[in-house]
C-alpha cells in the first residue's frame, strides 16, 4: 500500500505563495487519485482539493478556488499544491491523502484510507 509524506510549509506572510509537495512511496502514485485537506486549531478537517490519478481532472474548496492549484507529477510520485495570495486563515497543518478510487474527486476525508502526517502553513497578517 500507499505511503505518502508533505513537505514545503512554513512561515509566510499574507499574499505570499507556498508551495507544497506530497511524495508517494511503496506505490507508485498513478494508481491512486489524490487529495489535500487542512485543519487549523479548533476546527474541523476540510477539504482543499483533489485531482484524479491523470491529473485531467481537479476540484477545490470554494475558499482556495483560483488561488490554489493541486497538480501532479506521476514520474516522480508527487503531489504537489501551489498556493498563492495567501491569506491568515489559510493558516493550518495540511494533510496530503489518498484514495485508490483512482478518478475520484472526492471532498469526504472518510474515503481516503492512506494519509501523510501532515506540514504546518502558517500566515502572518
Known amino acids: 500500500q500507499v505511503q505518502v509524506a508533505e513537505s514545503g510549509g512554513g512561515l509566510v506572510q499574507s499574499g505570499d505563495s507556498l508551495r507544497l509537495s506530497c511524495v508517494a512511496s511503496?506505490?507508485?502514485?498513478?494508481?491512486?487519485?489524490m487529495g489535500w485537506f487542512r485543519q487549523s486549531p479548533g476546527k474541523d478537517r476540510e477539504f482543499v482539493a483533489a485531482?484524479?490519478?491523470?491529473?485531467?481532472?481537479?476540484s477545490y474548496a470554494d475558499s482556495v478556488k483560483g488561488r490554489f492549484t493541486i497538480s501532479r507529477d506521476n514520474a516522480k510520485d508527487t503531489v504537489y499544491l501551489s498556493m498563492s495570495n495567501l491569506k491568515p486563515e489559510d493558516t493550518a497543518a495540511y494533510y496530503c491523502?489518498?484514495?485508490?478510487?483512482?478518478?475520484?474527486?472526492?471532498?469526504?476525508?472518510?474515503?481516503?484510507?492512506?494519509w501523510g502526517h501532515g506540514t504546518q502553513v502558517t500566515v502572518s497578517t
Open positions: 491523502a489518498a484514495t485508490p478510487a483512482y478518478y475520484s474527486l472526492s471532498p469526504y476525508q472518510n474515503e481516503y484510507p492512506f
Open positions: 511503496g506505490e507508485t502514485v498513478v494508481n491512486y487519485a
Open positions: 485531482v484524479s490519478w491523470s491529473g485531467n481532472r481537479t
